[in-house]
């Protein structure tokens, strides 16, 4: 005779909550509040100097000491005359000349980046880690150090107080260098350079028509920093370049700032106001090349 079981009793179904979104611990909370708070207070000491200088820059010689950190009046439109004026138009020459060595020198200084890091990135040759060994060790050395042998070489060459003093050591930027190896590394497939030797193409058709196309990101970047670092350059400048017509921009704005312990005139009005002035360049470069920017975050979010 078959035994039937008695069907046992299930307890009953719980109420189940699903969660969207695991609860906020508070200690996590308080962390991230305490960088928000970082991130104010670093973003307002980065920008405080920037406005001081574009309120400086729009008082007159009284205000400018007896005012504070606000508007006093709004002569902005005479200090830029005043500026672009003085000693017959100089600043316009230092900025030209500030243009020609940052931009001409990155530019160049770019493409030789760009061909010594893809040579050392994708060319196998005797002695390739120690040239990478010694681009690494060089562009830990500051450049300070540099400027005297520079000056006692171009002295010995009859460079001195030309533009080529300054343009030639912008062809010479080791960490772009690195920074073009690494991105090379990234970018540049082996499979698409040996597809090409196999279509008859050279290594120099190679380089100009694939390679720089698919380095354009990196480049942006290396011109960048690369230009950046030649605008701000105060010190080689100020060992190689003599006469006032090859000054830089910066070093222009030092020599006026001076004026006053020489002759008793006073032109802080006039550096404050081509301080500001001196911005415009950088700004303008940064917003003009923001694509490739986004471009390279965006490959970046991708891998």
């Keep these: 005779m078959a035994v039937t079981e008695a069907p046992t009793e299930r307890p009953p179904a719980r109420g189940v909550r699903r969660l969207?979104?695991?609860?906020?611990?508070?200690?996590?909370?308080?962390?991230?509040r305490f960088l928000l708070l970082g991130l104010i207070l670093a973003s307002?000491?980065?920008l405080f100097p920037v406005w001081w200088l574009l309120v400086s820059a729009t008082k007159d010689r009284t205000a400018l000491y007896q005012s504070g950190l606000w508007?006093?009046?709004?002569?902005?439109?005479?200090?830029?005359?005043?500026?672009?004026?003085?000693?017959?138009?100089?600043?316009?020459?230092?900025?030209?000349?500030?243009?020609?060595?940052?931009?001409?020198?990155?530019?160049?200084?770019?493409?030789?980046a760009l061909a010594t890091g893809y040579g050392l990135a994708r060319f196998d040759f005797p002695g390739r880690n120690v040239v990478f060994a010694c681009v690494v060790g060089s562009f830990l050395i500051p450049i300070?150090?540099?400027?005297?042998?520079?000056?006692?070489?171009?002295s010995a060459i009859g460079l001195v107080d030309t533009p080529w003093a300054m343009l030639i050591p912008c062809l010479i930027?080791?960490?772009?260098v690195y920074l073009a190896k690494v991105y090379a590394e990234a970018t540049i497939p082996y499979e698409l350079l040996e597809a090409a030797r196999l279509d008859g193409a050279g290594e120099l058709r190679i380089f100009f028509s694939i390679v720089l196309r698919m380095m354009t990101t990196g480049g942006a970047t290396v011109f960048l920093l690369a230009f950046a670092n030649t605008w701000n350059a105060f010190f080689l400048p100020l060992t190689v370049l003599r006469g006032k017509e090859n000054w830089t921009l910066?070093?222009?704005?030092?020599?006026?700032?001076?004026?006053?312990?020489?002759?008793?005139?006073?032109?802080?009005?006039?550096v404050l106001t081509g301080a500001?002035?001196?911005?415009?360049?950088?700004?303008?470069?940064?917003?003009?090349?923001?694509?490739?920017?986004?471009?390279?975050?965006?490959?970046?979010?991708l891998k």
């Design 20 to 32: 969207s979104r695991p609860d906020a611990d508070p200690h996590r909370r308080g962390g991230q």
């Design 44 to 46: 307002v000491y980065s």
């Design 71 to 112: 508007f006093s009046g709004w002569h902005l439109w005479d200090n830029l005359h005043q500026v672009v004026t003085y000693q017959d138009g100089i600043f316009l020459r230092w900025t030209a000349n500030s243009l020609l060595y940052a931009g001409v020198g990155s530019l160049g200084g770019t493409l030789v």
């Design 144 to 154: 300070a150090l540099l400027t005297l042998p520079l000056y006692l070489l171009f």
């Design 173 to 176: 930027n080791p960490f772009s």
């Design 250 to 270: 910066n070093l222009g704005l030092y020599n006026w700032s001076g004026t006053r312990l020489e002759s008793g005139v006073d032109l802080t009005g006039l």
């Design 276 to 301: 500001l002035l001196s911005i415009v360049p950088m700004a303008v470069m940064m917003v003009a090349m923001r694509r490739y920017w986004r471009t390279g975050v965006t490959l970046g979010a």
